[in-house]
């Protein structure tokens, strides 16, 4: 028992561990991506917990949405077997990939678009200056 009491951590140390708030951990708590063990108003994370933040702020930071993390933590939670667990997170992750390139694509011409437009908006300022010194 003293072994594992040593692996569990208060909100506090998960927040400093983490860099998140106490309220994001009561956020996936409450959205059922975490489970701390509850000890009357006290919460205490186990390894398990930590694992799962990690690939909880992995996932948010590469844009999955809440269900998709759910979807991969739900692979590492059955016995399927690694295989199987790989195979799947390898999906999502190329179907995530592929969104984030198309979205770059559609980011990049806007923004040769949008330099485009102020170059010409910086011949016409140029050309108001020249007539007015006339």
Do not use: N, W
């Amino acid at each position: 028992m003293d072994a594992m009491i040593d692996e569990l951590l208060t909100i506090r140390q998960m927040c400093e561990a983490f860099s998140v708030t106490p309220r994001t951990l009561r956020f996936y708590e409450t959205k059922e991506l975490l489970d701390p063990i509850r000890e009357g108003q006290r919460r205490l994370y186990t390894r398990r917990d930590r694992g799962r933040l990690t690939l909880i702020l992995r996932g948010k930071r590469f844009g999955f949405s809440l269900e998709q993390i759910r979807q991969l933590l739900a692979l590492y939670d059955e016995e399927q077997g690694h295989e199987a667990q790989h195979r799947e997170a390898y999906a999502i992750g190329r179907e995530r990939l592929a969104d984030m390139q198309r979205q770059r694509a559609e980011l990049d011409e806007a923004i040769a678009e949008l330099q485009h437009q102020l170059a010409l908006c910086e011949e016409k300022l140029a050309e108001f200056e020249r007539d007015a010194r006339r």
